[in-house]
Every structure is written in structure tokens, then in C-alpha cells.
């Protein structure tokens, strides 16, 4: 399945919670990633044609899965693929997969605790 | 005259080409400080939006003001990370680290609560933007191969970067 942010969901997409606005990450999340990842599906997200990205909001879409128990790090690897054709945005896609491995740690760190 | 000719020919050949390549030498250099030129300007002007946005909370007073910044933020970063793609691209030689940097100052610009009616100020975070700012611009002085003068060059581009932190330093 493919979803792209600037059609599927908005091209500026804004925030981190819904207090902030309906187009933040916390509804990309629910609304968009995980229905998606709950079918089984290998799902691409699309950053083309989005105004920017705020690192807010790609850490709550995307950190927050784990954060939220919706996947792992080593789910997202198998099932997640984010892709761009704007050299520009390569640092969204990097950025993606540095949340999603912070959420990973803060999982892991929080379990050690416990 | 013939013989004239023929005699200064391998010479005036030698030196149309040498000038060519001297001349495609430093128009090259030239281009690239002027990237690098702009870069450096982009990272200040980003330096500024940061003490601008991290150094107050939200207010609903002033939303409208903090939007502008905000997207002002998020386009500056594209800018700079089109413009160091074009540097790299010209200069392969420069080193992934400016790339990973490019990502940390992302990270530090935009993070956190921005964009959200829960941010407060955060001062720690302004610092870390200064500081990944003044890394790329290290980064880029390490381009050896452009050589001395370059290196001077970019220097006294900077310059005002470093004395701008300094002053913001003060300010926060």
C-alpha cells in the first residue's frame, strides 16, 4: 500500500498532537500508518510534494508506532518503506528511521528499568 | 615568417590551453565559495528564526507571527540541504558528516514540541542549534582541496555566524 503524505493526508502537514490541528502526526499516525500496518500490508510512504516536514511531527507519526506498541523497529524494517524523489527531503527519510530507532531505545531503556 | 610561426606555435598553444584550464579553475572556485557563500548565510538567518522561536512559548497572542517562523524554519532547511547536496555534488570530497549534521540540526530546529501549543521556550535546544551550525561551517572549511585562500575566505564568511552566536548567547 502506498500513501502519499501530500494526497493521502495533506501537502503541509502540521504539529505533533491534535491540539495542534487536524493534520498533525498523531492522526497521520492512527488515521493513515496504523491501519495500514495493522492489514499486514508493506506499506510505502510517500514524502514528495509535501511543503515540509517538521521533525515534531515525523517523530510522533513515526516514533510514536513504537512508542505506542503499534510495531518494532524490526517490524518496520520488513514492513516500512519511506521513499522521496526530492534530494532535498533524503533528510526526512533519515530522520524517519532516527526516530523510529529512539523509540526503540526508549522502549528498551523503560523495560531495563522496569 | 613561416618558420616564426611554426617555432611560436607549441608555445601559443600551451598557452591558450593553460589559460583555459586556469581560468575554468578559478571560475570553478569561485562558483563553489558562492555556494558555500550562501550556505553560510542561510545557517545564519536559520540561526536567527531558532533564537527568535525557542526563546518565547507559545502564546496564542503571537500564533499567527509563529507560524511564519515556522515555516520559515522548515524552508530554510530545505534550502540548506539543497545547497550543501549541490556542494557535494561539485565537491564529493566533502565529508557524509555535513550530511548526519544536516539531519542533527533538522532534528534540533524542528523537534520537540515545535509546532505545538504545548512548546515552551527552550534554550538548551537553541544552543544545540548553534552548535550543529558551527560544526557544518568547520565541515566546510575542511574542503583543503579549495585550498588557502578559500579557507580564508569562508572564514570571514563565518565570521559573523561566530559572532552572531555569541551575542545570541548573551541574549537567551
Known amino acids: ?114 | 615568417m613561416l618558420t616564426l610561426l611554426k617555432a611560436l606555435l607549441p608555445t601559443v598553444i600551451t598557452l591558450a590551453v593553460g589559460t583555459f584550464w586556469l581560468n575554468r579553475f578559478f571560475v570553478s572556485r569561485a562558483n563553489l565559495a558562492a555556494l558555500v557563500e550562501r550556505v553560510c548565510d542561510a545557517l545564519d538567518a536559520l540561526k536567527d528564526d531558532c533564537a527568535e522561536y525557542w526563546s518565547v512559548p507559545y502564546s496564542d497572542d503571537r500564533s499567527s507571527e509563529l507560524t511564519v517562523l515556522e515555516a520559515q524554519i522548515k524552508g530554510r532547511m530545505q534550502q540548506i540541504s539543497a545547497l550543501v547536496d549541490l556542494i557535494q555534488s561539485k565537491r564529493p570530497e566533502l565529508s557524509d558528516q555535513v550530511r548526519v549534521l544536516l539531519v542533527d540540526l533538522h532534528d534540533a530546529c524542528t523537534g520537540g514540541e515545535f509546532e505545538s501549543k504545548q512548546r515552551q521556550a527552550d534554550r538548551g535546544r537553541f544552543m544545540r542549534v548553534v552548535r550543529i551550525i558551527y560544526k557544518i561551517a568547520v565541515e566546510l572549511q575542511r574542503l583543503k582541496i579549495w585550498g588557502g585562500a578559500l579557507v580564508e575566505f569562508i572564514d570571514a564568511q563565518c565570521h559573523d555566524l561566530r559572532a552572531g552566536r555569541r551575542g545570541s548567547e548573551r541574549v537567551i
Open chain 1, 1 to 114: 500500500m502506498r500513501i502519499s503524505i501530500a494526497n493521502d493526508f495533506s501537502d503541509v502537514p502540521w504539529g505533533r498532537y491534535p491540539s495542534d490541528g487536524d493534520v498533525c502526526g498523531q492522526i497521520f499516525r492512527e488515521k493513515k500508518l496504523v491501519p495500514a500496518l495493522k492489514a499486514g500490508e508493506h506499506v510505502i510512504v510517500d514524502l514528495d510534494g509535501v511543503e515540509g516536514l517538521g521533525s515534531s511531527f515525523l517523530d510522533e507519526s513515526f516514533g510514536g508506532l513504537v512508542r505506542k506498541g503499534h510495531a518494532t523497529e524490526s517490524s518496520l524494517k520488513s514492513q516500512l518503506e519511506v521513499v522521496t524523489t526530492q534530494r532535498e527531503f533524503q533528510m526526512y527519510v533519515d530522520l524517519v528511521w532516527r526516530y523510529i530507532a529512539q523509540a526503540q531505545q526508549e522502549i528498551g531503556r523503560e523495560l531495563v528499568k522496569a
